[in-house]
C-alpha cells in the first residue's frame, strides 16, 4: 500500500538531483577543459619542490652478521623513480597557466616544446592529454 507512493518520492529526488547535477556542470563549462587544467595546477603545485632547512642526518649500525640480500628501500607513498626536474614543472606550468588565461595557440606552442625538450618525462601522459583538450577546444 505505501510502496507505490514511496517509489514515486524516491524517483522524483533522484530525477531533481540529476537536473541539480547537469546545471552545475553546464555552468562550470561542458568540455571540462578548465576542470582537467585546474586539477593538473594542483599536481604541478603538489610536485613543486619545496625550499626546506638543511637537514643532517646519521646513520647507525648494530654488529652482527652481514646481510647477504640487498633489498631496494623504498619511501612509503614514492611510486619510485619518477623524478621530475623544476625546470620541466616550470616550462609544464607555463603551458597550462596560458591555456587557462585562454591563450590557447601559445598553450598548444609551449606543450608541443615542452614534450620536444623533456620527451623521456613523468609528465608526459599528462601533457599529452592536456595537449588533445587545449587542440579540441581550440577548433570549436
Known amino acids: 500500500m505505501y510502496r507505490k507512493p514511496l517509489i514515486m518520492v524516491l524517483f522524483v529526488a533522484l530525477c ?3 537536473t541539480a547535477g547537469m546545471s552545475d556542470a553546464k555552468g562550470k563549462g ?3 577543459l578548465s ?3 585546474t586539477n593538473i595546477q594542483k599536481k604541478i603545485s603538489g610536485i613543486m619542490p619545496k625550499k626546506s632547512l638543511e637537514m643532517s642526518t646519521s646513520v647507525a649500525g648494530i654488529r652482527g652478521s652481514k646481510e647477504q640480500a640487498r633489498s631496494k628501500l623504498y619511501w612509503k607513498g614514492k611510486k619510485g623513480k619518477e ?3 623544476e625546470a ?3 616550462k609544464f ?3 597550462v597557466d596560458l591555456a587557462l ?3 590557447k595557440a601559445a598553450s598548444v606552442k609551449e606543450l608541443k616544446d615542452f614534450m620536444e ?3 623521456d618525462s613523468a609528465m608526459i601522459p599528462d601533457a599529452k592529454k592536456t595537449l588533445d583538450m587545449v587542440q579540441a577546444e581550440k577548433k570549436k
Open 88 to 90: 620541466e614543472l616550470t
Open 93 to 95: 606550468k607555463a603551458a
Open 117 to 119: 625538450l623533456y620527451p
Open 35 to 37: 576542470a582537467w587544467l
Open 16 to 18: 531533481l538531483t540529476v
Open 83 to 85: 623524478s621530475v626536474t
Open 101 to 103: 588565461k585562454g591563450d
Open 30 to 32: 561542458s568540455s571540462g
